[in-house]
């Protein structure tokens, strides 16, 4: 059992999340505190309770979020600075930030900015963006003393009030920390370390108490498996159902911890853990004369980037070694230094030295069964040895190496011949590979051109891979091999004459080393009245339950008594029959109460949010890997054998095929003095809210009522499917939503893929709550999109016609799929004016599982394209791209291609502003500088528009309903029909009650959102729900206060609480509900008329990055964004939006990959492999402007929508990076458009800088 599974179900502390299960998120963050006896120290260290074996923690203190504070009883600086910082949206990931900084604090009162950075590198948000939590955390910095010192307060720009006083904070003492258990701290004095066996169903966990016992225990189980920190071995159990019955458990014998000096280099433990290792080397660096430590330099440069800290605070560096993963960090380090491990077994030891032999096939050393790994001799360096570490991964931090590499040469005494060179490549075998022959031949040699030419022909001969090699990016990890040699050759070169090395050349040999970001927020403070909350950045409702763990998500909704857990069953093939359905197996399980199939289903098993084409359980067919086939109730989860499939093809497009049209295509391309065509691709994305989908299904044992709790933004649309696969009206199925740990569109309808099937269940009370590879599995993401263009244009760069074609991937079911490719035909244009115009949308049938909706939806895709050919017609023209762009802008009053008229156009003050307050004619000059003195490095800038139509596109979504209820003591309980995701949604519409109401925020409340009393709402989404559902409260609370109205006359100096008194005891209702629906819409694709959005929200994102040309990497150097959202209703919340929606669409634009095996399984199943943007992703300066004086008539109090429009202002980092590779391919003699589908990873970027290097493995 792990650590998170008794803290959540046998203790009831839900405070600490589950997000991922894999040590990958963050999301259960506690720390841990040990006395260590042999230095007589206590340690205090966060670990990741997803992996943290509970038999581990004899002896150890666990704290948790509960522990350190709480609302009701004070909270602790680190909860409550997150909380006012505006740092904690949907609050899922926020225990664990909490914890990971508390833990920091522990051992380090008033940490640097750097270590702060390094404590997040294993948490993960999916909704903040990260900026404020770390300003939040910037209080309790040396910086922040600092400027504490000189009397001042974080505020970055004089033009608005910080969104948060950092004097008001409660001050941080590190004395009054809850010490250590004193009974614990005897315990282990007293104990020692004892041995110890627990004995459970499936394994025995034994814990040595000696060395001599450990090695005693391997000889009589040789299969044992050693587990020091489980973050190999935990994985293994988890998904790769790995039963290893015997455990032996070394963590604490102090030879395995021991760390002691030789003549020829330090010896470590095979225990000690990544962070003591890295805490000891900086400590030898920082003593030994540089050129002895020139391993351990490399050593640390790979523990920069080794996983995050809670890993490392764990994981040993004999779990590392012993692993023997091809793609490990250390061993290529360890071989290229050429260590050596001493390796014992009952009857001795010996010693082996790191090289070729070590490693003898994928995970396999050549240690012996009974044998151990006792420790590791890391050697110093000689004078006139140089080594480099290098680490290539997708995202920087926490992220699996594509190519790892490692490399020492050793000149002869006095020369720059080299006596030894030893490379070591990991990623680019099935063990980590020494590039023997490369280095055979060039021994004797001088270090120079020629030699350089040598190596990388010989290197591209030696270090080939199959085609269809584990891991893909065959061409571009062989590239990496010559890249990373290069850098290697310049970094030598550089330190043994510094002029050989050309000025221009310098920059491909710098080590990367994050900077600080730093972030300044622009917006204009409501001063009218001084009690009205509304346009002031309050802070989220629910922050301060979130940050101490006491706010109620689904799944910590306390057990019933006789609950039972689901389990899905779903199919391995994309498409095929059931031929039959064995589940024989499954219930003789010990635990499994029973199996339901689709014949269980007591109403219809045909189920969609708009067309029934989807089934509940799969009857007959399954139509994509992960289509649910049968549930299993248990009170534990269980795995079920999977039935046999028989596998059939098939293709094609759902109907109808879209089309809009407007003005003479034939003439606008006859005008045109130019034609150009391309094309693009736009890959899909998973929504990864941290909690993933989850429902707990109550039957309430008569009238075939059934109360279900979940995690959705359609509470509605729940109700209804449950009500049909159920059987009963709608009337006696009651969905409640409390609050969801995140979910941009991904929990609009698919949730209902879980909650129907755990209704069905539900004989008695019923959950789940899907693993995050299951629900990354079975749930669908964002629409990959393919698009096609032509379009013509004049010679000053005027667009005159443009013909496109989108063609989305639906997957297996229409689901949304049809309003999505609207979306981005109602998007195609951009920002841009365009007199002629075509553009049609296809939505592809696939074997996949049904994308749905996603931040944006459809939009960004849509706009991507365009952002496509407006980039290819500036190049092509050869004109500066940002020229071209505003000439193209709308102006007010010109008309869509869809017929609607554009007013109150804020476009160009968004763009003008962005211009001037991005600096972006210095940053282009500077950019040209830098990329004309840099061959290897390029800086590439893009300024990108972005207009979003707001209204959902069928018309009859745009209502919504509010019901106000006013209790006798004068507290208000407000209801409406949108649910609370994080995106600050009830507590805007608390704002706007308390406006219209003239009373304080705190009298008003709101506990959930629930079918029984707001009926028949629309989804939240579309980002009108504040729109819809704000003017839906308005409509009650005025009601309301109509009624009120005659005794505040009879009263005016009255309270509230008098005239509610008054009203209640004249028999006044004083409940009542209110009503919206958004006037004046109905687009019809038929006559192309009928207006499409009630208005349209602006912004403008100017983004500066800097490219490896070598390697792939970028780095975001700056983004500046002006954003119209009219009179923001709350300006800390919608820059919160802005910010979460830019770093979302950084994710979709430049990092997030998934990949699918040939046969339609997704590869990409959890945090390890597929990477969202982490704290290191934000932009080193990141300015957000909300656009001043630009209200809003059509929208509630003249504000206007923010969720999905920042989203795509994230293709100017896109743009950016193709407009850094242009720089680069131009130095190849290569220019004008070029194809760059999206993401722009690491992999496409290094492709598209072809060079001397990409033509050798070509
Ligand atoms: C989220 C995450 C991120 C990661 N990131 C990285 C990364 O960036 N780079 C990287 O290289 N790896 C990474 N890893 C892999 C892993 O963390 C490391 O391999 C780690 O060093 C393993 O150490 P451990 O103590 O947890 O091993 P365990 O899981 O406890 O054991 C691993 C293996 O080593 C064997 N073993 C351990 N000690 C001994 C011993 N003394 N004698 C004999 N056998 C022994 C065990 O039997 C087992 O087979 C990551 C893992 C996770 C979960
Ligand atoms: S749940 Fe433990 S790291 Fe994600
Ligand atoms: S607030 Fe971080 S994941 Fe939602």
Redesign the pocket.
């Known amino acids: 059992m792990t650590l998170l599974t008794y803290l959540r179900r046998k203790l009831g502390l839900t405070g600490t999340k589950l997000g991922c299960a894999?040590?990958?998120c963050g999301a259960c963050t506690v720390m841990l505190s040990r006395y260590q006896t042999h230095t007589q120290q206590l340690l205090h260290y966060a670990v990741n309770a997803c992996?943290a074996p509970l038999c581990s923690l004899h002896l150890v203190a666990v704290t948790t979020v509960e522990g350190i504070g709480s609302v009701a009883r004070k909270l602790h600086p680190v909860q409550e600075r997150i909380a006012r910082s505006h740092g904690s949206q949907c609050g899922f990931c926020t225990p664990g930030i909490v914890m990971s900084m508390y833990a920091l604090l522990r051992n380090n009162a008033t940490p640097k900015m750097a270590d702060v950075e390094e404590a997040f590198h294993?948490n993960l948000c999916r909704c903040t963006g990260y900026r404020p939590i770390l300003e939040g955390y910037k209080t309790f910095t040396t910086l922040m003393f600092r400027i504490f010192n000189v009397n001042c307060v974080f505020v970055s720009v004089q033009e608005s009030p910080s969104l948060f006083n950092a004097a008001d904070f409660a001050p941080f003492d590190p004395t009054q920390e809850i010490i250590f258990p004193p009974e614990l701290m005897s315990l282990t004095k007293g104990q020692g370390s004892a041995s110890l066996r627990f004995h459970g169903d499936r394994a025995t966990w034994l814990q040595p108490a000696s060395l001599d016992e450990f090695l005693r225990l391997k000889w009589k189980h040789p299969d044992a498996?050693?587990?020091?920190?489980?973050?190999?071995?935990?994985?293994e159990v988890k998904f790769k159902n790995m039963v290893y019955p015997v455990i032996l458990a070394?963590a604490f014998i102090p030879e395995?911890n021991a760390v002691t000096h030789t003549e020829d280099g330090v010896v470590f433990g095979?225990?000690c853990t990544?962070s003591h290792m890295g805490a000891v080397l900086r400590q030898e660096v920082e003593t030994r004369p540089p050129h002895q430590t020139q391993v351990f330099l490399a050593v640390l440069e790979q523990l920069r980037?080794?996983?995050?800290l809670q890993?490392r605070n764990?994981?040993?560096?004999?779990?590392?070694i012993?692993?023997a993963?091809p793609?490990?960090?250390?061993n290529p380090v360890f071989m290229a230094a050429g260590c050596r491990l001493t390796l014992m077994d009952r009857d001795g030891s010996r010693v082996v030295r790191m090289d070729e032999g070590f490693f003898c096939g994928y995970r396999k050393t050549s240690?012996r069964p009974q044998?151990?790994?006792?420790s590791i001799e890391i050697p110093y360096s000689k004078k006139t040895q140089f080594v480099s570490a290098f680490k290539q991964s997708p995202r920087r931090e926490?992220?699996?190496?594509t190519v790892t590499a490692a490399m020492s040469v050793t000149f002869a005494p006095g020369t720059a011949v080299v006596e030894d060179l030893r490379l070591s490549y990991g990623g680019m075998a099935a063990v980590t590979a020494l590039a023997g022959k490369t280095a055979a031949r060039l021994l004797g040699r001088r270090w120079g051109e020629e030699l350089l030419q040598d190596a990388c022909s010989s290197l591209a001969e030696e270090m080939t891979l199959d085609p269809s090699a584990p891991g893909g990016m065959v061409t571009y990890r062989r590239t990496l091999t010559l890249s990373l040699f290069y850098k290697f050759y310049l970094t030598v070169l550089h330190k043994l004459r510094e002029q050989a090395v050309p000025s221009d050349c310098l920059s491909a040999a710098e080590v990367y080393h994050p900077e600080t970001p730093s972030g300044v927020q622009i917006y204009q403070v409501n001063t009218v009245v001084l009690d009205d909350v509304v346009g002031r950045p309050m802070m989220h409702l629910s922050a301060l339950k979130q940050a101490t763990g006491e706010a109620v998500y689904c799944d910590d909704v306390p057990l019933y008594e006789n609950e039972l857990y689901l389990a899905l069953v779903t199919s391995s093939k994309a498409h095929a029959h059931i031929l039959s359905i064995d589940s024989s197996v499954a219930e003789a399980m010990p635990g499994v109460a029973c199996c339901v199939f689709a014949e269980d289903i007591p109403g219809s098993n045909a189920v969609g949010p708009i067309t029934y084409d989807e089934t509940v359980l799969a009857d007959g067919q399954v139509t994509c890997v992960g289509h649910i086939i049968v549930t299993e109730n248990s009170p534990t989860k269980k795995v079920l054998k999977l039935a046999s499939i028989l596998n059939i093809c098939s293709q094609s497009f759902y109907q109808p095929i879209r089309t809009i049209e407007s003005g003479d295509l034939e003439a606008g391309f006859k005008q045109a003095d130019h034609i150009l065509e391309g094309e693009m691709h736009i890959g899909g994305q998973e929504h990864f809210y941290l909690e993933t989908n989850v429902t707990l299904a109550v039957p309430k044992g008569e009238d075939g009522e059934m109360e279900l709790f979940v995690s959705t933004q359609s509470a509605s649309k729940t109700q209804l499917l449950v009500a049909k696969v159920l059987g009963v009206p709608a009337n006696r199925v009651v969905v409640r939503v409390k609050r969801m740990g995140g979910g941009f569109g991904g929990k609009e309808t698919r949730t209902t893929v879980l909650s129907t099937v755990v209704a069905v269940a539900a004989n008695k009370p019923v959950r789940c709550m899907l693993d995050r590879d299951e629900d990354m599995l079975v749930t669908g993401g964002r629409h990959p999109f393919y698009g096609k263009y032509k379009v013509g244009f004049l010679n000053s760069g005027k667009v005159v016609a443009l013909d496109v074609s989108y063609y989305s991937n639906a997957g297996n079911s229409m689901d949304l799929s049809l309003s999505i490719v609207e979306r981005a035909l109602f998007h195609m244009e951009n920002s841009y004016s365009v007199a002629n115009v075509r553009g049609r949308g296809f939505v592809c049938r696939t074997n996949l599982p049904s994308n749905t909706a996603f931040r944006g939806f459809g939009g960004p895709q849509g706009m991507m394209v365009t952002e496509s050919w407006m980039t290819d017609v500036a190049q092509s023209l050869g004109r500066p791209a940002e020229e071209v762009r505003r000439l193209n802008l709308y102006v007010e009053g010109e008309s869509t291609p869809y017929n609607q008229i554009l007013d109150q156009l804020t476009l160009d003050r968004c763009w003008d502003q962005c211009l001037q307050r991005s600096g972006y004619q210095q940053r282009r000059a500077a950019a040209d500088l830098y990329n004309r003195q840099n061959r290897w490095t390029k800086r590439g800038l893009a300024i990108v528009p972005t207009k979003f139509g707001i209204s959902f596109t069928a018309a009859f979504l745009n209502q919504a309903g509010a019901l106000v209820h006013i209790y006798t003591d004068g507290s208000v309980l407000l209801t409406h029909g949108g649910t609370e995701m994080g995106q600050g949604l009830h507590t805007k519409m608390v704002q706007v009650a308390s406006r219209v109401l003239g009373i304080p925020c705190s009298k008003i409340h709101i506990s959930e959102t629930s079918t029984n009393t707001v009926p028949n709402t629309s989804p939240t989404a579309a980002s009108a729900s504040s729109d819809l559902n704000g003017a839906a409260v308005v409509n009650a609370c005025q009601t309301l206060l109509q009624r009120l109205a005659p005794y505040k006359t009879l009263n005016p100096k009255g309270s509230w609480e008098d005239w509610v008194k008054a009203a209640y005891f004249d028999r006044v209702n004083l409940s009542a509900n209110g009503f919206y629906k958004t006037p004046d819409l109905g687009y019809s694709f038929d006559t192309n008329s009928g207006r499409a959005f009630n208005y349209f929200t602006y912004g403008v994102a100017c983004s500066e990055v800097e490219i490896d040309c070598l390697t792939g990497a970028h780095k975001n150097l700056s983004t500046t964004i002006v954003m119209d959202v009219g009179h923001s209703l709350n300006p800390a919340i919608d820059i919160g939006q802005v910010e979460g929606a830019f770093m979302q669409g950084l994710g979709l634009f430049t990092l997030e990959e998934l990949h699918y095996s040939p046969r339609g399984v997704l590869l990409t199943r959890g945090p390890?492999s597929y990477k969202i943007p982490a704290f290191g992703d934000i932009p080193t300066q990141l300015t957000v402007s909300l656009l001043r004086d630009a209200p809003n008539d059509k929208a509630i109090f003249a504000s206007k929508a923010v969720g999905e429009p920042p989203l795509f202002l994230a293709a100017s980092v896109f743009y950016a990076i193709k407009d850094a590779i242009s720089a680069a391919r131009v130095e190849s003699g290569v220019s004008g458009p070029f194809r760059l589908d999206s993401p722009a990873s690491a992999e496409r970027i290094r492709t598209a800088c072809c060079d001397r290097f990409t033509k050798l493995v070509q």
């Open positions: 894999e040590g990958g992996l294993g498996r050693v587990v020091v920190g489980n973050t190999e071995v935990g994985i070394p395995l095979a225990a990544l980037w080794f996983a995050g890993i764990v994981a040993a560096v004999g779990g590392n012993m692993t993963s793609i490990s960090d250390l240690v044998e151990v790994l006792l926490d992220d699996i190496s390890g």
